[in-house]
């Protein structure tokens, strides 16, 4: 069964930073696939936030995150890390790592942030990240 094995998280304050990380059980996912974060916050739909495919591309961001937060791709170690900068509370969620099918283009992983995951993607557990005013 392959798992996307989470890491970071917790608690910050309003302009801090935060990291989390994201490694597959199978590097083969990780070579595979866009390698994405999703976020949902209390009452709200699951929404995407950053992919990036480890094959080549440019990386996807959802606007409210655009500046500060960075998607980036460790193929030794098949991790991939997005680092949160300039945190706000509107950044509380849980968020969670996903992998799917990367798309023919220049631009292979931004259909993830309004398609989501399809059925033949993967999902972590999640890690909860809590920014306090």
């Known amino acids: 069964q392959v798992q996307l094995a989470e890491s970071g998280g917790g608690w910050v304050q309003t302009g801090g930073s935060l990291k989390l990380s994201c490694a597959p059980s199978?590097?083969?996912?990780?070579?595979?696939?866009?390698m994405a974060w999703f976020r949902q916050a209390p009452g709200k739909e699951r929404e995407g936030v950053a992919a990036i495919y480890p094959g080549g591309g440019s990386p996807a961001y959802a606007d409210s995150v655009k500046g500060r937060f960075t998607i980036t791709q460790d193929n030794f170690n098949t991790t991939v890390t997005l680092q949160m900068n300039s945190l706000k509370p509107d950044d509380t969620a849980v968020y969670y790592c996903?992998?799917?099918?990367?798309?023919?283009?220049?631009?292979?992983?931004?259909?993830?942030?309004?398609?989501?995951?399809?059925?033949?993607?993967?999902w972590g557990q999640g890690t909860q990240v809590t920014v306090s005013s």
């Open positions: 199978l590097p083969g996912i990780y070579y595979a696939n866009c």
């Open positions: 996903a992998a799917d099918k990367p798309r023919p283009g220049p631009a292979p992983c931004h259909w993830m942030m309004t398609g989501g995951v399809g059925d033949s993607g993967y």
